[in-house]
């Protein structure tokens, strides 16, 4: 989250910033009391309150297509990758996604969010209607925190299988 704020307050031009999955959590963080963040997009995301964690918007089990390893991290089990996350997308964009799978800190999971900056910047949520890994009805629940919902017939990564649709979305919103 540091990594992004930094990133974002080092240009003071006007930004869109476009999340995606678990990246909504971070980008509600890092995005807070920057005046150059105009609008925030969330695709296929979570949208927490302070205080929410990744792990507040599950049942409390993992999700069959996650492992967690012992020594504190998890990553998407490949032989689930494209079945659940890009059942929808090219064989090009399937092979690529699948050599950048990595593993990252479990912690990730339950570290509470400090800052929710969907609730001071206007915010546009990108429900995924075919997404077999984040459930459609728990992206129109999150959708709800957002100033605007936009549904799309597609998977987990639109950005991958209708990049034009990500695209003129956030065309229109500059």
């Not at 150059?36 to 990744?54: C, D, K, T």
């Not at 912690?107 to 459609?136: E, M």
């Not at 629940?141 to 639109?158: D, F, L, N």
Request: charged share 15%; net charge negative; hydrophobic share 45%.
């Amino acid at each position: 989250m540091a990594a992004v704020r930094e990133w974002l307050a080092a240009d003071e031009q006007p930004t869109i910033v476009v999340s995606h999955s678990y990246g909504g959590v971070v980008a509600s963080a890092a995005a807070t009391e920057l005046p150059q963040v105009r609008h925030l997009v969330y695709i296929a995301s979570f949208l927490p309150e302070v205080g929410e964690s990744l792990a507040s918007f599950g049942d409390g089990t993992p999700a069959p297509y996650l492992d967690f390893g012992p020594d504190g991290t998890f990553g998407v089990r490949a032989e689930f990758a494209t079945r659940t996350f890009l059942q929808d997308c090219d064989q090009e964009a399937v092979e690529q996604a699948h050599a950048r799978l990595v593993r990252q800190s479990a912690a990730v999971t339950t570290a509470p969010v400090q800052a929710a900056a969907w609730k001071q910047i206007p915010s546009t949520y990108v429900v995924c209607a075919q997404d077999n890994g984040t459930p459609p009805a728990l992206q129109r629940a999150q959708g709800e925190r957002a100033t605007r919902v936009v549904e799309v017939a597609a998977g987990h990564h639109p950005f991958l299988a209708q990049p034009n649709v990500v695209a003129e979305l956030v065309l229109d919103l500059a």
